[in-house]
């Protein structure tokens, strides 16, 4: 056990952990077992380095203990955090004579009672990489790129950064506490055609991947913990994960005392400008939010928001791909909508948001945000 | 000191926090007041209307854990009203809008209830508790656990049947006649002579078939193995004692039945069948009257197939539950209370422990709401 700070809660350390159904999450999570499997070729492991990251930039409202969860049976320490990767998208499209390589990795910083098998609270942390290469990967070129999600690559930070950055500012929930989280996710036909076919392979995933970009979006930017998206995980709101030494937990979350729903009514991209050299398009998405609390119906937010993201294309290119130029607007979106939540003001509300009473709206939801700190 | 005691007190909440404790339930409640004479609502209002809704979420979880729990908040209302913060250990305000243009003020919360409060209030009202111990009516029970030990399945037993009517009919007919004459006159003769023929045929024939049949299906037939419940006599003897019952194993009532009372002939009977013959129940009744214990609680808790549970790949049975409790004080025993059928089911790493898990949850919830029953029905 590291040495405890006098008067510190401590909160145990149980690890990364796969959420989902136990029997496939070697199909479902194929990349990341991968490379777990080449960290242990060399005597380390993803947990490990988790572990090392930690201890560099400990917590400042918590001390965080490394001993094995198990081992905590009949303590008086109840609350538990681990780094639950709930969704791994890897897709390789051919593309003119290039492979398209997307990686999309979901996870959370999850807080939870190690007795009472409950949420208490959960920091949504997202990871994206797009890439182009003239062949299929191979698996040690794979291995490169998600050791990229994992441990960053080029100044940005991985996963395992984030997740330190999460902990490092997150706080302890208390029994006033009330939670948040994105309940219902709606995407309209025209945004689905626009999306890669691993994004729809199964259903639910877009739905959990939108959720997933303004769930982290709000969380990095306010501060506040989000549940995470419940259809996409759960099956009835237990969500089941298992950790590196094989032990499954089977959490139950808490049900949300305010709800955001999610509507991608469009994606279209509109030609800006041509010239000889090439062409420049604006990739628009348009979304309705609402947010609410169900019991009252009161409603604190909802209008609709647009944002546009400009691609230049060169004269020169056979091919285009729209899908990432998509997702930049999608999540520049969030993150714009997010920091002015956040309390920063932005010119790009005005002409964005629809409704004409969006200030007061969004210092409702502000209130509502740090009610959910 | 009693500085040092409250903080104590409140670190203990922070630290364990409420929700998810088997005594700790979570609730939410809203509710609306409306105020006349002044222009927004005053702190009197808010505060009423704080209450309604800390109540409407008391009442929410009596409703959601049903009828006979319901009925039971129904009598201790005006008790739990009174003395609210003796049942809510903490109350989060969600949203609240004052609306000065229609004079109403809305309140959601959301509390933590102290369950073991709520039923230790509703312990202290119901009749049993109100009754001195000598007064009480002794309580004994017989709750066997069960598990398929051999299902014979019995083909279906088809019969057909195939009628096939014939007819054929044939007429032939044939008709020939002739005539010939000669006259013969003075050195003249003349001769003539006709004939017909007429001839007729007919045939028909049919053929109708008639098929039916019938299939029988008969069900399948099941023998029980019983499964040792040393541990469910240990939950229904806590509940029932908890909630102000005399509780008599019925191990020990039995030699005092003048033989008539007999945990054998009850497993014996639940071995290959879903009920008590009716032999059984009549010495069951007589035999209690014998020993002077009215009340008899008595059912089965059926343990379904093993089945790994795909989400956590544990171990996991399903147990479904029956029960009742018969008054056999009168001449002919009535059902006081009555449970079931319904399904629980338990997780775990083994066999055994999933099993165990399940039968526990099902004993504890049925014997819960039996006593909720009873309680309702002013049992003494």
Redesign the interface.
């Known amino acids: 056990m590291s040495p405890a700070r006098a008067g510190a ?1 401590q909160v145990a350390f149980a690890g990364l952990a796969y959420s ?4 496939s999450i070697e199909a479902r999570f194929p990349n990341s077992r991968r490379f777990e499997e080449s960290l242990k070729r060399t005597n380390s492991s993803i947990n490990e380095l988790i572990v090392k990251s930690l201890k560099e930039s400990p917590p400042k409202h918590f001390d965080l203990v490394f001993d094995n969860l198990l081992s905590l049976k009949g303590n ?1 320490q ?2 538990a955090v681990a780094l639950v990767i709930t969704e791994e998208t890897v897709s390789s499209e051919g593309f003119g004579q290039f492979r398209k390589l997307f990686i999309q990795f979901s996870g959370q910083a999850m807080f939870f ?1 190690f ?4 949420v ?1 609270r959960a920091y949504p942390i997202t990871f994206a990489y797009i890439d182009a290469i003239d062949r299929e990967s191979t698996d040690s070129e794979m291995n490169a790129r998600i050791s990229a999600v994992y441990f960053g690559a080029k100044g940005k930070p991985g996963i395992v950064a984030r997740f330190t950055e999460q902990l490092s500012k997150a706080s302890l ?4 506490s ?1 939670y948040i989280q994105v309940a219902r996710v709606h995407l309209s036909p025209q945004t689905l055609e626009a999306l890669p076919d691993k994004l729809k392979s199964s259903q639910g995933t877009a739905a959990t991947w939108v959720a997933d970009y303004l769930s982290e979006a709000l969380s990095s930017k306010t501060g506040v913990p989000i549940l995470p998206y419940a259809k996409g995980y759960t ?1 009835g709101n ?1 969500l ?1 994960m298992r950790i590196a030494d094989g032990t ?1 937990f ?1 959490l ?1 979350l ?1 049900k949300p ?2 709800e955001l729903s999610i509507d991608v009514t469009d994606m279209k991209k509109v030609l800006y400008g041509n010239t000889p050299a090439g062409a420049s398009y604006i990739y628009g998405v348009y979304v309705s939010l609402t947010l609410e ?1 169900p ?2 119906g ?1 409603v604190y937010l909802r209008s609709n928001f647009k944002n546009g993201e400009v691609k230049v294309v060169p004269a020169s290119q056979e091919h285009v791909d729209d899908f990432p130029a998509y997702t930049d607007s999608l999540r520049g979106l969030f993150t714009k909508l997010s920091t002015i939540v956040a309390g920063a003001s932005n010119a790009w509300l005005k002409a964005s948001a629809a409704a004409p009473d969006i200030e007061k709206q969004l210092s409702d939801t502000r209130e509502v945000l740090r009610l959910c700190k | 000191m009693q500085v040092m005691i409250r903080i104590g007190v409140i670190l203990a ?9 088997a005594q700790v339930q ?1 609730a ?1 409640g ?1 509710a609306s007041v409306t105020y006349e004479g002044t222009a927004t609502a005053t702190p009197e209002v808010k505060a009423k209307a704080l209450r309604d809704a800390q109540v409407k979420a008391i009442e929410f979880h009596y409703a959601e854990a049903g009828e006979a729990e319901a009925a039971t908040f129904d009598g201790i209302r005006d008790k739990i009203v009174l003395n609210l913060d003796r049942f809510i ?2 109350s ?1 305000t ?2 609240e ?1 004052d609306r000065p243009d229609i004079r109403q003020y ?1 309140v ?1 919360v ?1 509390v ?1 209830l102290n369950v073991a409060n709520l039923r230790n209030a509703v312990k202290s009202a119901s009749t049993v508790t109100s009754t001195a111990p000598s007064d009480k009516s002794a309580l004994t029970f017989l709750f066997v656990s069960r598990q398929t030990a051999s299902v014979k399945v019995y083909d279906a037993r088809v019969y057909q049947r195939t009628d096939r009517n014939m007819t054929d009919d044939q007429t032939t007919s044939a008709k020939q006649k002739g005539s010939e004459g000669e006259v013969i006159g003075k050195a003249r003769m003349s001769t003539d002579g006709s004939s017909s023929s007429r001839s007729a045929r007919g045939e028909s024939s049919s053929v109708s078939t008639e098929s039916g049949g019938s299939t029988v299906l008969k069900a399948n037939e099941s023998t029980w193995r019983l499964v040792p419940s040393s541990n469910l006599n240990q939950v229904f003897t806590r509940i029932f004692t908890t909630a102000g019952f005399r509780v008599a194993e019925a191990a020990y009532v039995e030699p005092l039945s003048g033989g008539k009372l007999s945990v054998a002939a009850v497993e014996e009977d639940y071995k290959s069948g879903n009920d008590l013959k009716s032999i059984t129940l009549q010495n069951i009744a007589g035999g209690l009257r014998n020993a002077g214990v009215p009340y008899l609680a008595f059912g089965t808790l059926d343990v379904g197939v093993l089945d790994k549970d ?5 171990w996991r049975v399903a147990v479904t539950v029956n029960a009742k409790i018969l008054n056999v004080a009168s001449a002919i025993p009535e059902n006081v209370a009555a449970v079931g059928p319904v399904q629980y089911s338990g ?1 775990g790493p083994s066999e055994d422990e999933a099993r165990t898990n399940a039968l526990k949850l099902a004993a504890d919830s049925a014997a819960r709401e039996l006593v909720s029953q009873v309680t309702n029905a002013k049992l003494r």
């Open positions: 809660a989902g159904d136990f029997r008086d109840v609350i009672d007795k009472s098998m409950t208490l929930p208390t029994p006033a009330r099956i237990i089941s499954v089977e139950k808490p005392d305010y609390e019991l009252s009161r | 909440i922070i630290m364990w926090p409420a929700y998810g404790q979570q939410k809203k250990l903490d989060t969600l949203n809008e809305t959601v959301r933590t795909p989400a956590s790949g544990l997780v």
